[in-house]
């Protein structure tokens, strides 16, 4: 190899450089492809991993400047093979922008891994791609590489709708016809998939790019509409491609388009124009003429208006025919329901959108509403009324199972309506409820406090409702709990739903109901226990103990993960929706008052009587958490129940049953009390459930036990809660 930069001046600088500043050096070497400078430095102690800005290391650069004898060189010297630049690149994909496949079978060989990717998501494939490098691209397909991967990118890139494109995708937008070929013909690439902006190959070979020209797409777009690719995909400014055909003044690919009579010609962008509409502002006048001839409407936009603006006689001449008139179309006034989504659905509403079937429909991401793996969720309006519209491909068995699941649970109060079905290849519109955010927005954006009892309740019921209508929902998540515009909690997502047939009944409820214990505790700490983090088999994650109600919590989830014994796990969640933990502390106080008041309880309060009494033997059980009641208690509080009694020391005894006893009488004495007690106590409720936290759980799993329940509040009482 010949050395190209000036080694003797280079070395003498370098003894009076800093250690520093060798790292520049070495980089400055390998770009200027001197190997016996780099053979010199490295001599000198220069670190051969060190970075310069962007994060480049020498073995990158060598890589970049397609220099193999340099790039052996540092590997022999212990340049790490698998370096990352700060855009997350490695020498590995660097080398697939080169497209030196000595190079990438080296890397290979040394670690690297076919599909690894930079933090934009770029494999050395799609590199390959995008550059144009044939045979690179043959190397890594024959040695893996997946062609259908799709740029991986982070939450908060994904959230701004960046990635998700292929290699597939990076040739068409850089007009490589040849690459296209190859990875459609050879390598079966699927042309339909789409980025996180629902773009396909199609949309890509539109785009504009440094490397292409206008002659260049139309071949590339030739070729995908012969393969029979999506010719209804989107741009990111809502354009069709028929309108991206327009906007080339490229009347033959009008042509090919309508040719496929798959286009719908009066499809507009997200500001309302339709092809014609552009092509009468641009002047395209031959275009304007075959859109006319193939039925395009005239009465979208004022046209005339247009054609006039510009002194377009010519134009106007050819509009009136058609029917084209003076004057544009006024927006309705309508006001929707939802507050969330009120603008959009607005500006869907006066927007001209051809039907499918009842639906009004645009799949851009500024109606978007959520994204899913098959299609996405978005806003819509069905005969009139504003739905969200999730999108599936017909056919799918989780197509199938969402549409049977909501068909089936029609008459439901708690789930999602479905409000029609609409077909249109290749997809399937399924019309629901819309909502104004899932239950993780809800908990975040919170301003007030949040009802976690309102919400869990609703949920368990939704839930048993799901049950009863003969479905479990085996996929519970904060993101399938929607909140409506009245505030009401909606199970949503039956796609992975199942039947409730025998054999495996239980499995799929039991399912159910730990994921519901993992709500639980998402819930009622506001979102702070994340859901991914409480396990969905155990109660490690127990709930803390500064969180109001943490004994009843505790006491709910264990009965969710590990259901007693001899009752049947379909009955679970309906007892459960009367557990404590729903009842408020005036409903708390007043079910341990009414306990207090069993004629057992009043006349045999002691373990003595256990055995003549089963109340009394279930609630004096060795064991029970009350063994020091009568310590625990304000003494002047005790003391002013005793002066009743003339065996004062014998009246209350560290036994549950006594406790209960005491609430019933104080509740019943209270207004006779003395003013410092009534201060000490203030709210009776509040203080005997707050001195004894687990009394009321105890006294229900007690009497539940002994199925004695005519102590329990009423639904109807509880539904006020």
């Given amino acids: 190899m010949e050395d190209t930069g000036n080694s003797k001046e280079e070395i003498l600088t370098s003894r009076n450089e800093t250690a520093a500043d060798k790292p520049s050096l070495l980089n400055n070497a390998v770009r200027n492809h001197s190997i016996d400078t780099v053979r010199q430095l490295l001599k000198e102690g220069a670190d051969v991993n060190s970075k310069v800005e962007g994060g480049w290391t020498p073995l990158h650069s060598a890589v970049q400047a397609d220099e193999e004898e340099i790039v052996d060189l540092l590997l022999e010297k212990g340049a790490d093979p698998c370096a990352r630049?700060?855009?997350?690149?490695?020498?590995?994909?660097?080398?697939?922008?080169?497209?030196?496949?000595?190079?990438?079978?080296?890397?290979?060989?040394?670690?690297?891994?076919?599909?690894?990717?930079?933090?934009?998501?770029?494999?050395?494939?799609?590199?390959?791609?995008?550059?144009?490098?044939?045979?690179?691209?043959?190397?890594?397909?024959?040695?893996?590489?997946?062609?259908?991967?799709r740029r991986v990118v982070n939450e908060e890139k994904r959230t701004l709708n960046k990635g998700g494109a292929t290699a597939l995708m990076d040739a068409a937008r850089?007009?490589?016809?040849?690459?296209?070929?190859m990875l459609v013909s050879e390598m079966k690439a699927d042309m339909n998939i789409c980025d996180n902006q629902d773009r396909n190959a199609l949309i890509y070979a539109f785009l504009p790019s440094d490397n292409k020209t206008r002659e260049s797409i139309l071949p590339i777009v030739h070729f995908l509409l012969d393969c029979g690719v999506d010719v209804n995909r989107r741009d990111e400014h809502g354009k069709t491609t028929l309108i991206l055909a327009v906007e080339m003044q490229s009347l033959d690919l009008v042509k090919a388009l309508l040719e496929k009579n798959e286009v719908d010609i009066n499809d507009a962008d997200r500001e309302g124009k339709t092809a014609l509409m552009i092509a009468v502002e641009k002047n395209y006048y031959e275009i304007a003429k075959l859109l006319c001839e193939r039925g395009a409407r005239t009465d979208l936009g004022d046209l005339?208006?247009?054609?006039?603006?510009?002194?377009?006689?010519?134009?106007?001449?050819?509009?009136?025919?058609y029917g084209a008139k003076a004057g544009p179309s006024q927006p309705q006034d309508w006001e929707p329901t939802s507050k969330c989504w009120g603008e959009q659905l607005k500006v869907l509403y006066n927007m001209y959108r051809p039907m499918i079937g009842k639906l009004k429909i645009l799949q851009h991401n500024d109606f978007r509403i959520q994204r899913t793996s098959q299609g996405g969720i978005y806003l819509g309006l069905y005969d009139g009324k504003e739905v969200a519209v999730k999108i599936f491909c017909i056919g799918t068995e989780i197509a199938k199972q969402e549409k049977m699941c909501l068909e089936q649970c029609l008459t439901s109060n708690h789930l999602v309506k479905l409000f029609g079905a609409e077909e249109k290849k290749p997809c399937l519109y399924l019309c629901l409820s819309l909502c104004e955010k899932n239950l993780e927005e809800h908990l975040s954006a919170s301003e007030n406090e949040v009802n976690c009892k309102s919400v869990l309740k609703t949920l368990f019921e939704a839930v048993q409702e799901l049950h009863m209508f003969g479905f479990g929902h085996q996929d519970l998540h904060p993101r399938n709990i929607l909140i409506d515009a009245a505030g009401k909690v909606r199970l949503a997502d039956f796609d992975k739903s199942k039947r409730l047939s025998e054999g495996q009944k239980d499995?799929?409820?039991?399912?159910d109901l730990k994921a519901l214990s993992r709500l639980v505790l998402y819930v009622v700490t506001v979102g702070k226990v994340p859901f991914e983090e409480n396990d969905r088999d155990d109660l490690d994650k127990s709930c803390p103990e500064d969180v109001q109600d943490y004994v009843e919590i505790a006491d709910l989830r264990k009965s969710l993960v590990s259901p007693g014994e001899g009752s049947p796990v379909e009955n679970l969640l309906r007892d459960l929706i009367q557990h404590p933990f729903f009842w408020s502390k005036q409903i708390r106080y007043r079910f341990l008052r009414d306990v207090g008041n069993e004629s057992d309880i009043k006349t045999r309060n002691t373990k003595h009587h256990n055995n003549k009494s089963e109340i009394l033997k279930a609630l004096n059980c060795d064991g029970h958490p009350l063994?020091?009641?009568?310590?625990?208690i304000d003494k002047l509080v005790l003391d002013s129940m005793l002066k009743h009694f003339k065996n004062k020391k014998k009246q209350y005894e560290n036994y549950v049953t006594d406790l209960l006893r005491f609430i019933r009488n104080m509740g019943e004495h209270f207004d006779e009390r003395e003013e410092k007690v009534k201060e000490i106590i203030k709210e009776p409720s509040e203080y005997f459930m707050n001195l004894f936290p687990e009394l009321t759980v105890y006294v229900y799993k007690c009497l539940c036990s002994i199925q004695h329940r005519r102590h329990f509040p009423s639904p109807e009482s509880l539904s006020q809660v």
Avoid: C
């Fill in 304 to 321: 005339i208006g247009i054609v006039n603006r510009k002194y377009n006689k010519k134009m106007a001449d050819l509009l009136r025919p």
């Fill in 174 to 181: 850089e007009g490589h016809l040849s690459v296209v070929n």
């Fill in 507 to 511: 499995d799929v409820i039991i399912k």
């Fill in 85 to 149: 630049k700060k855009n997350g690149a490695t020498p590995f994909v660097v080398a697939g922008i080169v497209g030196n496949v000595r190079l990438l079978e080296l890397f290979l060989s040394k670690g690297s891994k076919i599909n690894e990717y930079d933090d934009n998501g770029f494999t050395a494939f799609m590199e390959a791609a995008g550059y144009g490098n044939e045979d690179a691209l043959r190397f890594l397909y024959n040695n893996g590489a997946d062609v259908n991967l």
């Fill in 627 to 632: 063994q020091q009641w009568t310590e625990q």
